[in-house]
């Protein structure tokens, strides 16, 4: 026989069983994998049963619910209360509503004038994101006392009750730039300076403001601050 050829398959022969041998070592590797997958997820299963049964964790739980609970009853009070919308009222429900509740925003306003109409707009896009204060329109024409009872000279003007109490006013847009074209944020940062609400997280803003930037009001009886 060639001693070439001999050589030759001795050296395929050497070359095949350590291929052999690292196909058996890799199978190996996978198994111990496996089997150490599976111990891990058993012991995961394990320690979870244990959090299941942990009496504080419990606890925790139950005191979770229990504050979600408590707080959506106080939205479903609050709602009650005329909180969550921008609503309208006549003179003869207007001490009721100031003093029914601790925080109140009331826009004495006339139908006619333009920037009534976007204080209206913006002060719609803010009731339903602060649930603690109530808003409310009352149209001056109609409220000839209290219109005089809070020297209203000037429309529009926002009034800011705390117990019943005016503690501050808006008086057209002077603080709120001077332009008609101010965004609902300004408005509503204004406000949280007065105190009168607070400020939100800003996961839930975006979308609001957007909507109202979208919504502006076209028409117009007069551009500039009304006066009764």
């Not at 070439?4 to 291929?19: I, R």
């Not at 601790?102 to 920037?115: A, D, N, Q, S």
């Not at 006392?145 to 000279?153: C, E, I, P, S």
Request: proline fraction near 2%.
């Amino acid at each position: 026989m060639d001693p070439d050829s001999v050589k030759s398959t001795l050296s395929n022969l050497a070359f095949g069983n350590v291929m052999a041998a690292a196909a058996r070592d890799y199978q190996k590797e996978l198994l111990a994998q496996e089997k150490a997958q599976s111990s891990a997820s058993a012991n995961d299963e394990v320690d979870l049963d244990e959090l299941m049964d942990d009496p504080e964790l419990e606890k925790l739980h139950a005191d979770r619910i229990a504050a979600l609970k408590k707080e959506a009853e106080k939205r479903e009070a609050m709602k009650r209360q005329g909180h969550g919308e921008y609503r309208e009222i006549t003179e003869g429900d207007f001490l009721g509503e100031v003093t029914g509740s601790e925080k109140v925003i009331c826009h004495f306003y006339h139908k006619e004038f333009y920037r009534c109409k976007i204080i209206d707009k913006h002060l719609k896009a803010l009731a339903p994101k602060h649930l603690d204060t109530k808003f409310i329109k009352l149209d001056a024409e109609n409220a000839p006392f209290f219109v005089t009872k809070l020297a209203v000279k000037t429309l529009p003007c926002v009034i800011i009750f705390r117990k019943g109490v005016a503690v501050d006013r808006l008086v057209g847009f002077q603080d709120l730039g001077g332009k008609d074209d101010f965004a609902t944020r300004t408005l509503e940062v204004f406000l949280i300076k007065k105190g009168i609400i607070s400020e939100k997280k800003k996961d839930d803003e975006d979308d609001v403001y957007d909507e109202s930037r979208r919504r502006s009001v076209r028409s117009s009886v007069n551009h500039n601050s009304d006066s009764d």
